[in-house]
């Protein structure tokens, strides 16, 4: 035990509810390190798998991997739940005994965008090969299309000039009759 004095020099106004200063025995930790039971675990593209042998009822293997969504486990072949840890890492409730456990990962939305783009492709890849098939529907299609703007226009036209010229010398013909 001996008295330490720390200065703190701060170059802008602060306020600070508490400072803390901590020391930790190095002795203490390195026993605590070698209590600490490790599973030899290998990383391989997007899985980490390994072993970890002789866990007890209750006990937990931590990854200080970041915790993400994606992230799938298996221990024994059998679906896992992972938990969320020390506010973003991983953690697994292990079995009794040996556990072969398979972190997997798949980043959310990759199944979905490669069925969209496949579909995309075979949607262009379809153009391309129907592509003077379509282009003659469609010139098909504006022609029919061009007779019809064509004929509504004369029938507007009929409606709105002929028929009342028509309606009125019919009027002057059954006037001058009656």
Known sequence: NEKVSID????????????????????????????????????DGGNISGTADNAKSGQWLFLSVPYDSGF?????????EIYRSMSGFMAV?????????????????????????VAGFAALALYIIFRKKITAIADKAEGLCRVGVYALLVAVLAAVY???????????ICSLAG
């Open 8 to 43: 703190v020099d701060v170059n802008e106004s602060t306020y600070c509810s508490s400072y803390g200063v901590y020391g930790l025995s190095l002795d203490k930790l390195e026993k605590a390190i070698n209590k600490t039971k490790t599973a030899d675990l290998k990383v």
């Open 72 to 80: 799938s486990a298996t221990i024994n072949g059998k679906s896992a």
């Open 93 to 117: 409730k292990l079995e009794k005994g040996k556990n072969d456990i398979t972190f997997s990962f798949c980043p959310k939305g990759l199944k979905p965008g490669i069925v969209l783009s």
């Open 162 to 172: 002929v028929l009342p010229l028509i309606i009125s010398i019919i009027g002057n």
